[in-house]
């Protein structure tokens, strides 16, 4: 079983800064890609960026070049830094892994974290 925990979130300004954080833990052979998705109130969960371990990064369009994502595969941890915040930002922020357990990999997610952008 794996464990996914995140923190970080909260609330800040328009134009301010937050970084999320990210730990796996449990039985872990290896971890193929780490990810951060995002769910506004009445909307779907939609990727925000992803980290493959070779350290490829996927972005959403909406974040490029404010948010950049990272990982310690030693702490088997994934960051999101975010920068200029805007109010359309602020959703429950979801840390997802997909993980080699053994005899297979699996999706796995944190509990979430909001994230509120006031204007």
């Known amino acids: 079983q794996v464990q996914l925990v995140e923190s970080g979130g909260g609330l800040v300004q328009a134009g301010g800064s937050l970084r999320l954080s990210c730990a796996a833990s449990g039985t872990i052979f290896s971890i193929y890609s780490m990810a951060w998705y995002r769910q506004a109130p009445g909307k779907q969960r939609n990727l925000v960026a992803q980290?493959?371990?070779?350290?490829?990064?996927v972005y959403a369009d909406s974040v490029k070049g404010r948010f950049t994502i990272s990982r310690d595969n030693v702490k088997n941890t994934v960051y999101l830094q975010m920068n200029s915040l805007k109010p359309e930002d602020t959703a429950v922020y979801y840390c997802?892994?997909?993980?080699?357990?053994?005899?297979?990999?699996?999706?796995?997610w944190g509990q979430g974290t909001q994230v509120t952008v006031s204007s």
């Open positions: 997802n892994a997909f993980v080699d357990t053994r005899p297979r990999a699996s999706d796995y």
């Open positions: 980290i493959t371990s070779g350290d490829t990064t």
